[in-house]
């Protein structure tokens, strides 16, 4: 089984559990219960394999399943979802057991050959899946008999259990989904704890309904509205006048507000999402490692956490948490040191200072808006010269893959799979760089380094557990001393809780229903 140290994930109360305002009505008659996020999805459609972001993920996981999840409860390990067991029969081969007696939504039933069609699914490049570099590696599925199935990769593959976890990976009718992308217009035919009841507005609101036939157990709570509130201030108000139950990110001054209303808590929790500046290191001035060392000395990232987020983050030496597979303990922040900032400005050249843009957005993460303001602040201080530049999404993506930001470039990464190999080469190695936007590159995937890539190519097939960790050791000493990005901080999420509402937030940004009741 497959473990890695970690750093405990806490879950903190702002305050003691309030009463709930009154009986909540018992069965049926209990209250539909809403949920209000800042996005829900950033496609209009219900296919997985386009919506890869934990925006949309967070709400299709609750109609469809994987063979395997992650636990993020102490030990990072995988467990059985629609697999029982599993076993590595060779240096590629893993048998998989499956969960007998499971129908999807539609009727159809779960055995080998669904699951066969759902791995091998993104792999199909007719599909055009979002990740499929990430499952590159499998080269087939063999269906032993009815209820086991071999996974078959190309090379050794040490992430494969994790990769499972992948949203990827879920698990889809065959018989429905093989009418392609139509097929996942208005439907979402899984095996989940919940089934589709209403999608009007794909982009704003859901209503979802309990499978009181699901395997594990029908759901407690039976009707679920999933509400879209871009703004903020516009959320916690929903949250604090009772119109929502759950608030996904509420703002940090309210905390205190929240929890002295009896109506509703704050409750916090570190979050798997690190959001970070690429550096666009092929245009001036950050060509120069000098010029981007330099920056990550001046921008008092800790000062920052402190006096800006209110303590609501931790501090990460690269892209890496401490709780992915392959992290590399011994590499610490860049420490807040001006002079140092200066020195290598002066040795580069500029010591009279530099332009830089800062181009980052606003209202999807903590004080993102104001963490872009106080870096510029920052940097202007040893004479760094910095813009911030509000994007809007659509402005962002276009600009993106048009290769017209230069400077720092607002980046997030949610690794799902909780494996290194998920974000150095996911988003770090040459071949994406290369391969982005149809190979036509983009502002945010500029960085490459041969040295590094080796790196990580030799990790991806490495089985051995101490040569692969000191592979991402030193792929992340690279990227660290390249300056390849602003590093920063691993995010706290704030959730607004309803008193009537028994649920405390998960680690990785989904928020499953099948995991809540009501109180009273």
Same mark, same amino acid.
């Given at each position: 089984m497959l473990k890695t140290p970690r750093r405990a994930f806490l879950t903190l109360a702002g305050g003691a559990m309030a009463m709930p305002r009154f009986a909540v009505a018992q069965g049926d008659d209990r209250p539909t219960i809403t949920i209000a996020v800042q996005k829900l999805a950033t496609s209009n459609t219900l296919d997985c394999l386009a919506e890869q972001s934990n925006v949309g993920r967070r709400i299709l996981n609750s109609f469809v399943e994987l063979l395997i999840g992650a636990n993020l409860q102490g030990e990072l390990e995988p467990f059985p979802q629609l697999a029982t067991s599993w076993k590595r029969i060779d240096d590629k081969v893993v048998e998989v057991s499956l969960r007998q007696g499971v129908k999807f939504h539609n009727g159809e039933e779960f055995d080998g050959e669904a699951a066969k069609f759902s791995i091998m699914r993104? *792999?199909?490049?007719?599909?055009?899946?979002? %990740?499929? &570099?990430? @499952?590159?590696g499998i080269s087939g599925v063999d269906v032993l008999d009815k209820y086991t199935i071999n996974v078959k990769t190309a090379k050794p593959?040490?992430?494969?259990?994790?990769?499972?976890?992948?949203?990827?990976?879920?698990?889809?009718?065959?018989? #429905? %989904?093989?009418?392609? *992308?139509?097929?996942?217009?208005?439907?979402?035919?899984g095996t989940g704890p919940y089934k589709l009841d209403k999608w009007e507005d794909p982009l704003k609101d859901w209503t979802l309904a309990a499978n009181e036939q699901y395997w594990g157990g029908a759901p407690k709570i039976k009707k679920v509205r999933i509400k879209t509130i871009p703004e903020l201030a516009t959320r916690t108000a929903a949250l604090r006048s009772g119109e929502v139950h759950i608030a996904k990110d509420v703002a940090v001054e309210e905390i205190d507000p929240i929890n002295a209303s009896g109506r509703a808590l704050a409750k916090l929790t570190p979050s798997n999402r690190i959001p970070y500046y690429v550096m666009e290191v092929r245009k001036p001035p950050l060509n120069n490692v000098k010029l981007r060392q330099a920056v990550n000395y001046a921008a008092n990232i800790d000062g *920052?956490?402190?006096?800006?987020? @209110?303590?609501?983050?931790?501090?990460?030496?690269?892209?890496?948490? !401490? #709780?992915h597979v392959g992290f590399n303990p011994d590499l610490k922040p860049y420490p807040y040191d001006p002079d140092k900032a200066k020195a290598l400005m002066k040795e580069a050249g500029m010591e009279s200072g530099f332009d830089l843009n800062i181009n980052h957005i606003q209202g999807r993460y903590l004080k993102d808006k104001e963490v872009a303001e106080a870096i510029a602040q920052e940097l202007n201080k040893?004479? *760094?010269?910095?813009? !911030?530049?509000?994007?809007?999404a659509a402005t962002q993506t276009t600009d993106d893959n048009a290769q017209k930001m230069d400077g720092l470039v607002f980046a997030s990464w949610g690794n799902w799979i909780f494996d290194a190999d998920n974000i150095l080469f &996911?988003?770090?190695?040459?071949?994406?760089?290369?391969?982005?936007?149809?190979?036509?590159?983009? &502002?945010?995937?500029? @960085?490459?380094?041969?040295?590094?890539?080796k790196l990580v190519e030799a990790a991806r097939i490495e089985l051995d557990e101490k040569k692969r960790l000191d592979e991402y050791k030193q792929a992340q000493k690279i990227l660290y001393d390249d300056g390849a990005a602003l590093f920063m901080y691993t995010l706290t999420d704030i959730y607004g809780v309803d008193n009537w509402v028994k649920w405390d937030p998960r680690k990785d940004e989904m928020i499953w229903a099948y995991e809540m009741d009501w109180n009273g």
């Open positions: 993104p *792999i199909d490049p007719e599909t055009k899946a979002n %990740a499929r &570099s990430t @499952y590159a593959d040490p992430a494969l259990l994790l990769r499972m976890t992948g949203f990827s990976m879920v698990m889809v009718a065959p018989k #429905w %989904a093989s009418k392609g *992308i139509p097929a996942f217009a208005n439907e979402a035919n *920052i956490i402190k006096n800006v987020l @209110y303590g609501n983050g931790d501090r990460v030496a690269t892209t890496v948490a !401490p #709780w040893v004479g *760094i010269r910095a813009k !911030p530049v509000l994007r809007d &996911s988003r770090w190695h040459t071949s994406v760089r290369d391969g982005a936007n149809g190979g036509k590159g983009a &502002s945010s995937l500029p @960085y490459s380094n041969p040295e590094f890539d």
